[in-house]
Structure formats: structure tokens, C-alpha cells
């Protein structure tokens, strides 16, 4: 983000210590720091954190609803729009069902539960009646209903990003059946973006504190020695997600022309921002204008990267299989092969209805494991402790598959410059895409 003035500018890179990138890394590591030295103190700095976040999430909806909007009404054919949508929702589903599958193969091959023998009985019930009571909350609003806001303008005053996704597309649509006499709205829409996307840069600076109060509270507060005795099934979920990113991901990113490693590298300090706050909410607006800049159809960019941060979530998906199979080894529970199919496929729904729920990772677990009652609820107090510690890198994983599937729909709707997106890649500056669209 920091990246824009000087690239509209001329200027010369910024050194390495003003990058957004060092400076988050720095604040990362402080606020461990501070948190295995000094966890009482490091607990308070929670509301840094906190703030961070809710400051990413006043600007999201109107980046999501401008970008959409804008994209749609530029658009020649409106039938493109129901093309690029079916093309991203058949990515999200193949992609969220195997993310699942590979959580599921690797419990059975790995086995982080084996051995513990616990009885759900001794376990405290009352450490999860919170998470279950949302996962109820969570199933019967369902997602039909969710999706569809109260008034035209309250999916601006909430933090669902599926409503802004539902109004933005509808809007864009009108806009663009409105001919002639939409257009003096389309520019002064497509104006409003470039002091939007200042407004997002100017928030980002805060990222450092942001990710130093989160990190500072997490470790305050569970401390590295929580890990210890789970150590096993959170290595085996970082193993898992890695090798789901570098391998699978990265055979689709070769497949279609790019190196995954690479559009991690273009996307470190967005990175480093979901890892410090463990949302990767905080990097959505900076997502969506560095794949625009990186050569991806701004359209396309508009659809992709609201919807998959509710149906994309490869992260998430690997979590609620790895985590269901380890609660069943631990307490002995016995599942059948039917058991585990009922239970990917209720997984599948329950992913996908989590869409603007906080701490969505552990509710839709719960939700998952209520429906397939072979699988004590109880056994999440288990995971409790270092779930937090998870939440990292199913955030971290859910961003990457959303940025590979941006760069692959637009690939399959011919609306990727392969130019620009190498320049990315390889580190050339780019210029500001919201002012570069405004002079067009």
C-alpha cells in the first residue's frame, strides 16, 4: 500500500525501514516478545489489535461496493457477469471440497489424536456453550436469508460482506441497464475510488500497531506453553496448509502461467498483516487493489475476491476435517466411513455459511460437529487453547487461495494482462490503478 505514492509519483522505492512490509515484521516481533517476557502488560495492548481491525472494516464495504459496482457498469455484455461468477464458484467449490478431503487424509495418516484417551465427560462443557450457541445461531439464520439485507443501505452500517456483495451487484447491474443516463453516476463513482483507496492507504500505516497489539495479547495471554502439549495436530495443520499452498496451489499457479511463490512475495506485507492480526479481513482492501494493479480484469477482481472470502476458504476447510478427526482419535470415538462422509458433507454447508461471522474457523466447527453427533461437541475444549494460535495460518491460507483463484478466473475470462502481472511479480513498480482508471 505504501507503495502508491511513490509509484504515481516517480519517486525513488522507500528504504527497507519505511517499507509496511518491516515495519509489521518488527511489530510482530516485539509483540511476541513482550508477551513471553511480560504477559500481563503485553494483554493489555489488546484494543491496539482490535482497533486495527475495526478500522480495515469501515473501509471494506465501500471498497468492495465501488470496485464491484464500477466493474460491472464498465462492463459491454451483462451476461459476462453470470459467466465470471459460475466460473468462480465452481473454482471455490472443487477447491473448499478438496482443501476438506486433504484435512481428512492427512488425520488418518498422521493420527494427532492417538493416544490421549480422553473422556468427553471430564472435559469443561462450559469453555465452548459460547461457540456452540453461535454455530445454532449460525445454522438456523441460514444463508439464503443472510445474504439478503434488511434496506438498501444497512449492508453499510454491518459487517456482512456478502450483503455489500448482494446490493453491489444488483446496483452495478441497474447502472449499467441505465445506458447514457447512468454515466455521469459511473464517473463520479469511479472518482470516488481514488480518494477511497487513499483513505485505505492512509489506515495501513496503523497496521504495525495493529498486528503488535494482536501478536502482544495472543502470546500475553495463552502463552507459547499452551502449544506444547498440542504441538502435534497445530504441526500437523501448518504442514498440511503449506504443502496445500506451495503444492496444489502452486501446480494450479503453474498451470496457469505464474509462480505462487512469487505472488506470495508481491503480497508479503498484506501477509504479514493477516498473520499479525489473524484476520485476513485486514488485508482485503489492499488485495483487491494489488491483483487489479498485478493485470487481473478489475471486474473480475470486483467478484472474486468478496465472494471467496466467504466460499474460498481452503485454510478454514483444511482446519474443520483436521480438527474433527483429532477430537474423534482423542476421545476414542470410533467413526465409520459413513460417519466421515456425513460429516465432509455437512462441512461443505456449514463452510459456507459462515460468511461474516467472527472467529468463524471454531463456530463452524461447532456448527459441523452438532449436526454429526458421533463426534463429541465437548471435545473442542481441547483445542480451545491453541486455536488461536491456528487461526494465523487458516487466515494466511484462506488469502493466498483467494489471490491464486483472482489470477486463475481472470486467466479463464481472458481479462489478465500477462504483462503487468510478470512486472508484478517481479517487483517493477506499477502505477496507481484507481487514478489510471479515472484518466481513462
Known amino acids: 500500500m505504501q507503495a ?55 473501509i471494506i464495504a465501500p471498497v468492495i461496493f465501488l470496485t464491484i459496482v464500477t466493474g460491472i457498469a464498465g462492463m459491454t455484455h451483462l451476461r459476462t457477469v453470470g459467466r465470471v461468477f459460475i466460473k468462480a464458484m465452481a473454482y471455490f467449490l472443487f477447491f473448499s471440497t478438496l482443501a476438506l478431503v486433504v484435512g481428512m487424509v492427512v488425520a488418518h495418516v498422521v493420527q494427532p489424536g492417538a493416544g490421549m484417551h480422553i473422556n468427553p465427560a471430564d472435559l469443561d462443557q462450559e469453555a465452548v456453550k459460547s461457540y456452540v450457541a453461535k454455530s445454532h445461531e449460525l445454522t ?33 447491474i441497474s447502472l449499467a441497464l441505465s445506458g447514457d443516463v447512468g454515466k455521469p453516476v459511473l ?41 506444547v502439549n498440542l504441538a502435534w495436530l497445530v504441526g500437523s495443520f501448518y504442514i498440511t496448509s503449506i504443502l496445500f499452498v506451495v503444492v496444489i496451489l502452486g501446480l494450479v499457479a503453474r498451470l496457469c502461467g505464474f509462480s505462487v511463490i512469487k505472488l506470495i512475495r508481491y503480497l508479503k506485507a498484506e501477509l504479514l498483516l493477516v498473520l499479525g492480526t489473524s484476520s485476513s ?8 487493489e494489488k ?34 478427526l483429532f477430537i474423534a482419535q482423542a476421545t476414542d470415538t470410533h467413526l465409520t466411513l459413513g460417519h466421515q462422509i456425513a460429516l465432509l458433507l455437512v462441512a461443505m454447508l456449514s463452510s459456507k455459511g459462515a ?82 482508471a479515472v484518466a481513462a
Open 355 to 436: 460468511a461474516g461471522v467472527t472467529g468463524a474457523g471454531f463456530i463452524t466447527l461447532a456448527a459441523t460437529l452438532a449436526v454429526v453427533p458421533e463426534v463429541p461437541v465437548a471435545g473442542m475444549a481441547l483445542i480451545l487453547g491453541v486455536d488461536r494460535f491456528m487461526s494465523e495460518c487458516r487466515s494466511l491460507t484462506n488469502f493466498i487461495g483467494n489471490a491464486v483463484a483472482t489470477v486463475v478466473v481472470s486467466r479463464w475470462e481472458n481479462a489478465l494482462d500477462y504483462d503487468k502481472l510478470n512486472a508484478a511479480l517481479d517487483g517493477a513498480e506499477l502505477p496507481d490503478t484507481a487514478e489510471a
Open 187 to 227: 464517473r463520479f463513482l469511479e472518482s470516488l475510488t481514488v480518494p477511497v483507496f487513499r483513505l485505505v492507504g492512509i489506515l495501513m500505516k496503523a497496521a504495525p500497531l495493529g498486528a503488535f497489539g494482536a501478536i502482544a495479547f495472543t502470546i500475553g495471554k495463552f502463552g507459547l506453553g499452551s502449544l
Open 291 to 324: 491483483m487489479e494493479k498485478a493485470g487481473c480484469g478489475k471486474s473480475v477482481v470486483g467478484l472474486v475476491v468478496p465472494t471467496g472470502y466467504s466460499f474460498n476458504l481452503d485454510g478454514t476447510n483444511i482446519y474443520m476435517t483436521l480438527a474433527a
Open 140 to 172: 438456523l439464520t441460514g444463508f439464503a436469508m443472510d445474504i439478503i439485507p434488511k434496506t438498501l443501505l444497512s449492508p453499510f452500517v454491518g459487517d456482512n460482506i456478502l450483503q455489500v456483495l448482494f446490493v453491489a451487484v444488483l446496483f452495478g
Open 281 to 288: 479481513e485486514s488485508a482485503l482492501p489492499s488485495l483487491m
Open 4 to 58: 502508491i505514492p511513490q509509484a504515481a509519483s516517480g519517486h525513488a522505492p522507500l528504504p527497507f525501514y519505511r517499507q509496511l512490509y518491516f515495519q509489521v515484521v518488527v511489530a510482530i516481533v516485539v509483540g511476541a516478545l513482550l508477551g513471553h517476557f511480560e504477559p500481563e502488560l503485553a494483554a493489555k495492548f489488546k484494543p491496539l489489535g482490535d482497533a486495527f481491525i475495526k478500522l480495515v472494516k469501515m
